[in-house]
Structures are given as C-alpha cells and as structure tokens.
C-alpha cells in the first residue's frame, strides 16, 4: 500500500491549465499519506532533465527538504509515499528511484516477484543498484530496455513501448508511474493487481493510486483495467495493455468529499479496513511461494538448520495481536508437532518462563511498538531463545530487534481497532508454520501447496462475505441498546470469538465476552437470561473430527435458557437453523482457515452496532493505535 501521483499539465492559458507538478503531486501525497508513510519522494521533468527529492519519514520531511533544496518548475511529475515492503523505510530505498544516467524516473507500489533474477541479469550488465528495493529493479530494467533495446528512440513508442516490454518480464503485483527526459510532457503507468487510477482534467490529467490523489483538481476519473498501461500528456490519455493493443478504461464521475476519498468512499478507515481485508490477505501471500508450492520465506533469514532443531514456539501478543496467536497455534502444532504456547507479553516475563535456545518466540505485532511485546521480546532473547516478528509496519522497533522478521503487507491500519492486521496476522502466521513443516520435513510437498491453495482462496471469500454484508450490518444496528452480547467458539472459533468480544468492547464500549463453547457448563452459563444475545462460531459439519454436533448442543443450551442465539456458520449447513434466531453462512472453507473468514461478520456487527450508537469508530475512547507504554 503506497500512495502515488502522477501530472502533466501545460500552460498555454487555458482554464485550469497549468499548474505547477510540484503543487499538485505534494497534494495528492497530502491526501494520499495515509496509505504510506515511511518514506515519501517526487521526481519532475525540467530544462531537459529529470530533479527529484526524496526523504525517509513522513511527507513533512520531504516538504522540508524541498524548501532547503527547491525543484525547478515543471508541468510533468510523480511522487510517492512509501509503505515499506522490499527494504527499510530509509532515504535510498525511498522512491522515486532513477536509471538510464538519471534520464529516467520510477515509483512503483506493489512486489515485483522476480525482482531477484531481474536483478541478477542487470547486474550482470553493469547496473550498480543503490537500494535494496524491487523497486530500483524494476526502473533499471526499464532504463536498460529504452536505451539498449529500443536505443533511447522516442520515435519507436519511446518510453510507453518500454513499459510494454518491461511489463512482459515482471511478475507479481504492481502499479509503476515513470517519466523521462526525453519526453518531457508525458507520464507512463502500468498496472497488475494494484491499485490506479486516472482524472481526467482540461488541458491536464493525473494519476493516482485512488481518486484522492488529484481529487482537488477534478471529479471525472478512469477506471483502469488489469494488466494495461496508460500514457498521459496534457491533452490526451492512451490506454493499451502489455503488448500495445489498444484496450479501454471505465469513465466514472467521482462524488466523493475529498476527506471521505481519504478513506475510500466509506465512512471510517474502520469501514475501509474491514473492506481492504481480501487485499491484504492477498498482498501478504504474494511472493512467499514458488508454483511447485515450496514456500520461499527469503526475508526470514533464521538458519534453518536452527529452525530444525526448535523444540517449543512461544508466541507473544497482546490484544487482537495476541488472538491472532492463539489461532495459528492450532495450525502450527497440526502441521508442524511443535510444542506451541500463546502468552499475553505483559504476562510472559514475570513468570519466570522456561526459554532456551532451542525455544523460537514468535512475536505479533500490527505496530512493531507495543512496549508489552517489546520488553518481552528482549527478556527471551537474553534467555537465549531465536526472535522472529509477524510486524505489520516496515522497520519499526519490535523487527529491528528481532532476529528476523516476516512482514504482513496489509497496508497501513489507521483505525485503533484492528481488524486487516489480524487477517493478515494469521495468513502470516500459516505461512510460518507451513515453513516450518517443509524445512522440517512434517508435511509433503504436495499437502503444502494444497493448503496454499486453498489459502489463495481466502481473498474471495472474504469478498463475497463483505458483498452480503446488509444483514449483519441491519443486525447490529437493530442491536444498538444490547448491555451485554456473549460469543462461543470451539477450536480455532474459540480465539473467534474472543476478538469478536473485544472489536465489540472497543467499538461500542458495552460488556462482550468470549468463552470456549466447551466451558458454558462450568459456570459462565448462569449468566444467560430471556434474551441475552449470545454469538456462537460454529465449525464446519464436515470432516470426521468436526466438532459440529457438540457446538450445536452448547446452542441448545443457551437456547434452552432464554439466549437470542445468532449463528455464523457455514454454507449448507442447514442443522443449525433449528436453534438459531439469525443464522449469517460463510463460504465452505478447511477449519484451520475458517477464522480468516469468522471473523468478518463479527467486525461487521461491532462497527455497525458502533455507529448505530453514534460512536468515532475509527478513534474509540481510552484507546491507542500503539500502546508504547508498559
Ligand atoms: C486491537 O483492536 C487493539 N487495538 C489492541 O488490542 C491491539 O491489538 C494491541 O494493542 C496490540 O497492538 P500491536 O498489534 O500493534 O502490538
């Protein structure tokens, strides 16, 4: 998730015309910072060159810099926040990154999957790379096929001809933005699998990863396609895909307010992140795994021959963090036979734990700042133990800290409550077990890659819950006076319905509690009463092992006492319909996935219980994005 601009204007003094690129990329990236802000950079067409700037940190670091160090004026640019994923959030890695002797610049958003043998090959050519970006990969590629296969020859489709053949080498997911000084009034994009867009202006036009990018400057925007490349100059927009053929952009009218563009056109980042969940479940995925379904966790960097000999995975958490734990601690003792233990970080060490070098502590962690976490990480590592981060935010201090990280690219989470963090938590998680089992030896090869399979899924049917969102949304505003809601879960729903408590105590601020199906009988049922809401996550019917029959009996005895019982379930599965007053089906899905899909119709409730009631759900009482005090 980056945000990213693209202008070219001209003044021949016609209205609107004319603006300085500067002005209207530095707004765009104003408005576009919330998907990134690592590191932020803009590059401009002058006097037949190309001047850029780019500053690690927030835009306000950039804007600074280019007061001590102006750009000349010009009427083509591009810019970019960073949302880091191929290296640290520093000044080299920052975009826009240059080739073709500066004559060329690129911002990109997205993981260019083949980045490394790209990378490789220029070498091989003399490219001395700067960064540790795929980024920098991917604009010495363009730079090298514009100069030396096409001879820097503008008349032969110059720079829009050498996306095309750059594009027909890279894979994985991307939105590229270049310009060069050859042709000083036009911009170059392409697009796989990430966001872009195109406005459309009077004598100008823009680019942007959404529409708040240049929504100042105009309503009428283009919808692109996958796979196309766009070129813009002032007066027109050519849109063809990879191989030069013409293709065709959707036109639509924007009605957003700018500040709602911030969020996507929905009413909360709340809203936006809930939405933005297939995507990064997806964006987390990408990359990790070859096609033979051998995972390819390169940014782990733990020896292996270590992780061989690991004998007990603790995993440290607190909060949404710390259930997203607690799910994956299923799978990873299913698929890996490890001891595998969850622990509340602020708990964990003052306990006096036993750790050792053979013990791997997994931290989780959406910030990389949680100072519970923090602490306890450094306690385990001077236990001896190997530290790796499941870390949300590039180059923070939980995975400086660690001994490796695996990042979720989930994109940045700006509501306090989190809710694609801990989707793409898990998904990372999986992906961490299923390492482990294949260095280990615990699972073939072929059940690794059904499983990823079966993961790749995940994205779809997390949309096709949110695309039949209307009634969970209609029920928790019907619910808007509830004093108490409970949620039962089993097994991997168990953790389910702990968050689904708390996204609900966060949100609405009313008591919610989760409890282990199995555990009503011992006590917590004396609690239900006529008309106590009570959720209950129940498993999959199939399979022998399932534990179906079991949760609908626990339903039974809620029922049996007065509970409103509503029911997430899964498709087909008629059964409980009997004892249920609202039942919500979720797509089929293997039981050690099911959470990533559970758990939408919880978030739903707790946010449409929460505006019912009038609440800032993006910013909810006594609450911080990033508890940095123990
Ligand atoms: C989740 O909705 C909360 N905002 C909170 O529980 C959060 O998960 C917890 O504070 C951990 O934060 P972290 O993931 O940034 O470490």
């Not at 050792?356 to 385990?380: F, K, P």
Request: with cysteine; proline share 4%; aromatic share 6%.
């Amino acid at each position: 998730m980056c945000g990213i601009v693209g202008y070219v204007g001209h003044s021949d003094g016609r209205v609107n015309a004319g603006h300085n690129a500067l002005g209207v990329v530095l707004e765009g990236l104003r408005r576009l910072e919330y998907r990134g802000y690592d590191s932020a950079g803009i590059a401009v067409v002058a006097d037949g060159t190309i001047s850029s700037r780019k500053k690690s940190g927030k835009l306000s670091n950039l804007i600074a810099e280019l007061e001590a160090s102006p750009l000349p004026e010009s009427l083509t640019g591009i810019g970019h926040t960073r949302w880091a994923t191929h290296g640290g959030p520093t000044d080299q890695n920052a975009h826009p990154h240059l080739s073709d002797e500066g004559k060329l610049a690129l911002i990109h958003n997205g993981i260019i999957e083949n980045f490394a043998e790209l990378k490789l090959e220029l070498v091989r050519k003399g490219v001395v790379f700067q960064s540790e970006t795929d980024t920098e990969v991917a604009a010495a590629l363009l730079g090298d096929i514009y100069r030396n296969q096409m001879g820097g020859d503008a008349a032969k489709g110059g720079l829009t001809r050498a996306m095309e053949l750059a594009c027909q080498r890279l894979e994985g997911a991307f939105t590229l933005l270049a310009i060069h000084a050859d042709q000083p009034d036009v911009v170059v994009a392409a697009r796989r699998n990430s966001p872009l867009v195109v406005g459309l202006g009077e004598g100008e036009n823009f680019l942007g990863s959404d529409v708040s990018g240049f929504i100042d400057y105009t309503r009428r925007a283009v919808e692109l396609g996958q796979d196309q490349i766009v070129t813009i100059t002032a007066d027109a927009v050519e849109i063809t895909d990879f191989y030069g053929a013409p293709a065709e952009g959707k036109e639509y009218h924007v009605n957003w307010d700018p500040a709602s563009a911030e969020k996507g056109g929905f009413p909360s980042f709340m809203e936006k992140e809930i939405h933005d969940q297939p995507d990064a479940v997806l964006q987390t995925l990408l990359g990790r795994s070859d096609i033979h379904g051998n995972l390819t966790l390169d940014e782990l960097r733990v020896d292996p021959e270590l992780l061989k000999s690991v004998d007990k995975i603790i995993v440290l958490a607190c909060g949404t963090s710390a259930y997203a734990g607690q799910v994956a601690k299923y799978a990873i003792e299913h698929w890996c036979r490890i001891p595998t233990e969850v622990e509340l970080s602020h708990e964990f060490r003052y306990r006096d734990p036993i750790v050792d070098e053979n013990t791997l502590i997994v931290s989780i962690s959406q910030s990389g700042e949680t100072m519970d976490t923090l602490m306890a990480v450094r306690y385990a590592k001077e236990q001896g133990a190997k530290t790796v981060s499941i870390c949300n935010t590039n180059g923070s201090t939980i995975p400086r800290e660690s001994d490796a990280v695996l990042y979720t690219h989930a994109g940045p989470e700006i509501a306090v409550a989190s809710t694609k963090a801990f989707l793409a938590q898990i998904t990372a998680a999986y992906l961490l077990g299923l390492y482990l089992a294949q260095l280990r030896g615990n699972k073939f090869q072929g059940e690794i890659k059904d499983i990823l399979a079966d993961l790749g899924k995940i994205p779809a049917k997390v949309q096709h819950i949110l695309d039949n969102e209307d009634q969970i949304k209609e029920l928790g505003r019907s619910m808007a006076d509830a004093k108490s809601v409970l949620f039962l879960g089993r097994h991997v729903g168990f953790p389910v319905a702990m968050e689904g408590a708390l996204k609900l105590k966060e949100l609405a601020y009313i008591h919610a509690e989760g409890f282990a199906a199995g555990e009503l009988k011992h006590g917590p049922i004396a609690l239900i009463e006529e008309g106590q809401p009570v959720f209950v996550v129940v498993p999959s019917p199939r399979g022998r092992n399932s534990l179906h029959a079991k949760v609908v009996s626990n339903i039974q005895e809620v029922r049996a006492r007065g509970a409103r019982t509503i029911v997430i379930a899964e498709e087909g599965d008629e059964a409980v319909k009997a004892y249920a007053e609202h039942v919500f089906y979720i797509p089929e899905t293997p039981t050690l996935l099911a959470p990533l899909l559970t758990t939408v119709p919880l978030q739903i409730f707790a946010l449409a219980l929460a505006s019912a009631k009038g609440y800032d759900v993006d910013q909810p009482r006594n609450l911080a994005k990033s508890v940095t005090v123990e």
